[in-house]
């Protein structure tokens, strides 16, 4: 009976209102017919029966490292155990765990019988439990599954927050980490405060303070308090490291920085091919590539070109690969990260005849110095002769 009162009272407070609206909009209508007295603007009433839920912005709290951060690297030794050496390839931890990660915050995760445990610089575990799955440690908090529940926890095991069931939370960089819900995309900080709803299509992890994020129509920037770096949105969005970022719209392409202001290069942005950490690698309407620094400076003509008229009789192949793998094209250790920018474009063939200044290659480096040396190397490993030498053919022999 009163839940029956409370709802027919509504109903007549809605009734009023609307009555109410209805009544000023005529005399509105009246006045402005009469006279040039402007309608009352009712808007303000309207929205509040429409009004969507906006973004509440949470500054990210800073945390305070609570163990000595450590270079610890896993490896895996003859009996299949993973231990751990530092930066100069010392075992500083034996081999002992069925599985090991990167130390992270100055904790290691380590798995032992089917569970993952947080272990010490020194190897021991820094609380007792274990989990079937967890993550390493980032701006204070790890993600780890106990009861069935996903939780974050802290330094010292505690429980700081639960996890709903409809989130997935991927892995936290820069004390932020992004989540799924329904399909769309949200962030989260280390103690499960949500800094900006699930509404975007595609994002990117916080990378120096910055993301990039999608939605239905267009890319853009956002801060560390959810809200756009810049409001007008761009058709692609790609950087190095957050610092400096490559866009494009339907008309024209932008190399900006991580506060939206432009950087203006004496070349055309179009003609951007890659952004590096210290400038841009590009390519310009005659074809020539080179690195160029956010200051404008051109670093070198990254082409080598020949010192004499003949026929090319040689090249080096091995040499020419150690030369790539050096601007950062291949791995000198199995730990080396290939940079998909950089590496040699040979533009003659043995047997070919070339003058004196004809482009034998180019290269694409990130590096003045790797640059100018790779130069150097590639113009030694092409040999050209004053006689011609026949091309070497393709199929010497067809065995069947």
């Known amino acids: 009976?009163?839940?029956?009162?409370?709802?027919?009272?509504?109903?007549?407070?809605?009734?009023?209102?609307?009555?109410?609206?209805?009544?000023?909009?005529?005399?509105?209508?009246?006045?402005?017919?009469?006279?040039?007295?402007?309608?009352?603007?009712?808007?303000?009433?309207?929205?509040?029966?429409?009004?969507?839920?906006?973004?509440?912005?949470?500054?990210?709290?800073?945390?305070?490292?609570?163990?000595?951060?450590?270079?610890?690297?896993?490896?895996?030794?003859?009996?299949?155990?993973?231990g751990y050496v530092d930066e100069n390839m010392n075992v500083v931890i034996k081999p002992k765990f069925e599985n090991a990660t990167a130390f992270s915050e100055g904790i290691g995760l380590v798995e032992e019988d089917n569970k993952y445990r947080y272990i010490s610089k020194d190897g021991d575990y820094?609380?007792?439990?274990?989990?079937?799955?967890?993550?390493?440690?980032?701006?204070?908090?790890?993600?780890?599954?106990?009861?069935?529940?996903?939780?974050?926890?802290?330094y010292d095991g505690r429980k700081l927050c639960e996890i709903d069931e409809d989130i997935y939370v991927y892995e936290f960089v820069d004390g932020i980490a992004a989540f799924e819900k329904n399909g769309k995309y949200g962030y989260m900080d280390t103690r499960g405060n949500i800094l900006v709803k699930a509404k975007y299509e595609y994002c990117e992890n916080f990378i120096n303070g910055?993301?990039?994020?999608?939605?239905?129509?267009?890319?853009?920037?956002?801060?560390?308090?959810?809200?756009?770096?810049?409001?007008?949105?761009?058709?692609?969005?790609?950087?190095?490291?957050?610092?400096?970022?490559?866009?494009?719209?339907?008309?024209?392409?932008?190399?900006?920085?991580?506060?939206?202001?432009?950087?203006?290069?004496?070349?055309d942005a179009i003609d951007i091919m890659r952004i590096q950490k210290d400038g841009v690698i590009f390519r310009s309407g005659n074809n020539k590539c080179g690195f160029m620094d956010y200051e404008g400076n051109l670093i070198f003509e990254a082409e080598v070109k020949a010192n004499k008229s003949g026929t090319i009789?040689?090249?080096?192949?091995?040499?020419?690969g150690l030369t790539a793998m050096e601007l950062g094209a291949g791995r000198a250790t199995k730990e080396s990260v290939i940079d998909l920018a950089v590496g040699i474009v040979l533009c003659k063939k043995r047997g070919e005849k070339v003058s004196e200044g004809d482009i034998l290659a180019r290269v694409y480096a990130n590096d003045e110095n790797k640059g100018h040396k790779a130069v150097d190397k590639i113009l030694n490993d092409i040999q050209i002769s004053d006689e011609y030498e026949e091309k070497i053919p393709l199929i010497y022999d067809i065995i069947r």
């Open 313 to 320: 009789s040689k090249i080096h192949a091995e040499e020419m």
């Open 210 to 267: 910055v993301a990039i994020v999608k939605d239905s129509d267009n890319y853009y920037l956002i801060g560390r308090n959810g809200k756009k770096i810049i409001n007008s949105g761009f058709e692609y969005i790609s950087s190095y490291d957050n610092k400096y970022f490559l866009c494009s719209d339907e008309k024209n392409s932008y190399l900006i920085d991580s506060t939206g202001e432009n950087v203006e290069l004496p070349i």
């Open 126 to 154: 820094i609380f007792d439990n274990a989990y079937y799955y967890a993550t390493p440690f980032c701006g204070g908090a790890a993600i780890v599954e106990e009861d069935d529940k996903d939780i974050l926890i802290d």
């Open 1 to 82: 009976m009163k839940r029956k009162n409370e709802i027919i009272g509504f109903s007549i407070i809605v009734v009023l209102i609307i009555s109410i609206i209805g009544v000023f909009t005529t005399i509105g209508v009246k006045l402005i017919k009469d006279s040039n007295i402007s309608s009352p603007d009712f808007s303000g009433i309207l929205s509040w029966f429409s009004k969507e839920e906006e973004d509440v912005y949470v500054e990210v709290e800073e945390i305070t490292l609570k163990y000595e951060e450590v270079k610890y690297y896993p490896y895996q030794a003859e009996n299949k155990k993973w």
